[in-house]
């Protein structure tokens, strides 16, 4: 798998497409620009990680990537198709098939186990991955009738990980995944993330505030106010569990 996912980035086969996105926020006397002219292609089978100070329009670009949140310039293609000309109805169906978010604090449904939260994701597609197994993958294969508060923050995130994953999405997406997480378990969540990309060839874009993460990256794009400012590839990605922060 490792080699199919290699020869994938090698093919240079464009999954995603960014050309020119402005996007201006209007508060009435002062406008935001959160992203400004921003173009950037993403191979299919990447690991990406994205970093930038606080403000410099990160999560920004995430949500527009994941059809969260429009451009106010520009276009954005995804498998060759202008995702920014759909209407709301079919970005809802790209967000729904073909993209799974992680988020720092989870955003797990409270009243439902971690076997059920992934199940009402895989309910969203039509070739889900079965959820037992996915649980099972991230080593919670003892937890899946337990809800969300009787899971400690590690396992929440596996959950949600498992969730994602079980929608078996083109494009996986986390914005600071491991923020919430102590040393020991955001390690734990970057080898897995590594190793859903490595066996499912998933495209995934990490964002986060720890330079230390890019070292795992097959290549680290740098943000700074709304700008990309580097752009570049990691021809030897460290595993997760040798990066030290
Ligand atoms: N809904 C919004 N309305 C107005 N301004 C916004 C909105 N969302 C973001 N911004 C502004 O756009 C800029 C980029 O925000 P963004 O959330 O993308 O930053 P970030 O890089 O993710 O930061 P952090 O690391 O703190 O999460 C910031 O100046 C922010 O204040
Ligand atoms: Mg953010």
């Not at 197994?133 to 899971?151: I, T």
Request: proline share 4%; with cysteine.
């Amino acid at each position: 798998m490792y080699v199919i996912r290699r020869l994938a980035i090698l093919s240079r086969e464009v999954l995603l497409s960014l050309e020119n996105i402005c996007k201006t926020y209007d508060m009435g006397e002062v406008k935001v620009e959160a992203l400004k002219d921003t173009s950037l292609d993403i191979y299919r089978g990447e690991l990406i990680v994205i970093l930038g100070p606080s403000g410099s329009g990160k999560t920004t670009l995430l949500n527009i990537v994941g059809g969260m949140d429009r451009p106010t310039a520009g276009k954005v293609f995804y498998q060759g198709k202008n995702i920014t000309e759909f209407r709301d109805r079919e970005l809802t169906l790209y967000r729904r098939r073909e993209v799974g978010f992680i988020f720092q604090l989870y955003n797990l449904m409270s009243s439902l186990t971690a076997r059920e939260n992934v199940e009402l994701a895989a309910e969203l597609v039509k070739k889900p991955l079965p959820a037992d197994q996915m649980l099972a993958s991230v080593g919670l294969e003892d937890r899946m009738d337990h809800f969300p508060s009787q899971l400690s923050g590690g396992e929440q995130q596996r959950v949600a990980i498992a969730r994602a994953v079980a929608k078996n999405p083109g494009l996986l997406l986390g914005d600071e995944p491991t923020g919430a997480l102590d040393y020991e378990t955001g390690i734990q969540i970057l080898a897995l993330l590594r190793e859903i990309n490595t066996s499912y060839g998933t495209t995934i874009i990490i964002i986060t505030h720890n330079i230390a993460i890019a070292e795992m990256a097959d290549r680290v794009v740098r943000l700074r106010s709304g700008e990309i400012v580097e752009d570049r590839e990691n021809s030897k990605p460290l595993p997760a569990e040798r990066i030290v922060w």
